[in-house]
Antibody, heavy 116, light 109 residues
Framework: DVQLAQSGEEVKKPGEPLKISCKGS????????IAWARQMPGKGLEWMGI????????RYSPSFQGQVTISVDKSISTAYLQWSSLKASDTAMYYC?????????WGQGTLVTVSS | QSVLTQPPSVSGAPGQRVTIPCTGS?????????VHWYQQLPGKAPKLLIQ???KRPSGVPDRFSGSKSGTSASLAITGLQADDEAEYHC??????????FGGGTRLTV
């Protein structure tokens, strides 16, 4: 069975860097795009970008281009989402999900809180 | 502002039927891209509920159904139950590999 396990909750200060992870199980990790989505408190889902673990091809939503970096280490079936300098407005739940016919498997989410 | 438009909330009594619309444009739903629906229970990650407009993944009750026509899509839930209370999200594409979501609809039973 496919599982996506995300790293744990993070509490950071504005200006700090952060990298969160999404580890996949099963042999198929490299064969499907992995998407990242943001959900701010009380709001809907926002697509941030996707990455293909097979060749690291990455696409970003225009809203997040230049704001975050998506990467992958296919040798350990793990995708990453990182910030070089967090802002308070980055406070949100972040989800990874496998893109198949729709987003068919989701991680449990990583809550990121940015506060001084 | 989400690319796909959903009402913020809908409600229905137990046993009733409700529908949740999702409206797009000629660059996404109207371009022939499929719509997918997700159910997000309180405090949980979203779960795929309807894929490719009308298909239910294994384990999803047939009380849930989807439809799509032109630039609009709809999720229908019949025989409403208390544990259907959740946020429902529609999702499609706006160009190849450009994912778009609706703003989400909170269902109150």
């Amino acid at each position: 069975d496919v599982q996506l396990a995300q790293s744990g909750e993070e509490v950071k200060k504005p200006g700090e860097p952060l990298k969160i992870s999404c580890k996949g199980s099963g042999d198929s990790f490299s064969k499907f795009w992995i998407a990242w989505a943001r959900q701010m408190p009380g709001k809907g889902l926002e697509w941030m970008g996707i990455i293909y673990p097979g060749d690291s091809d990455t696409r970003y939503s225009p809203s997040f281009q230049g704001q975050v970096t998506i990467s992958v280490d296919k040798s350990i079936s793990t995708a990453y989402l990182q910030w070089s300098s967090l802002k308070a407005s980055d406070t949100a739940m972040y989800y990874c999900a496998r893109l198949n016919t729709g987003l068919d498997y989701w991680g449990q989410g990583t809550l990121v809180t940015v506060s001084s | 502002q989400s690319v796909l438009t959903q009402p913020p909330s809908v409600s229905g009594a137990p046993g009733q039927r409700v529908t949740i619309p999702c409206t797009g444009s000629s660059s996404n739903l109207g371009a022939g891209y499929d719509v997918h629906w997700y159910q997000q229970l309180p405090g949980k990650a979203p779960k795929l509920l309807i894929q490719s407009n009308t298909k239910r993944p294994s384990g999803v009750p047939d009380r849930f159904s989807g439809s799509k026509s032109g630039t609009s899509a709809s999720l229908a839930i019949t025989g409403l139950q208390a544990d259907d209370e959740a946020e429902y999200h529609c999702q499609s594409y706006d160009g190849s590999l450009s994912v778009v979501f609706g703003g989400g609809t909170r269902l109150t039973v």
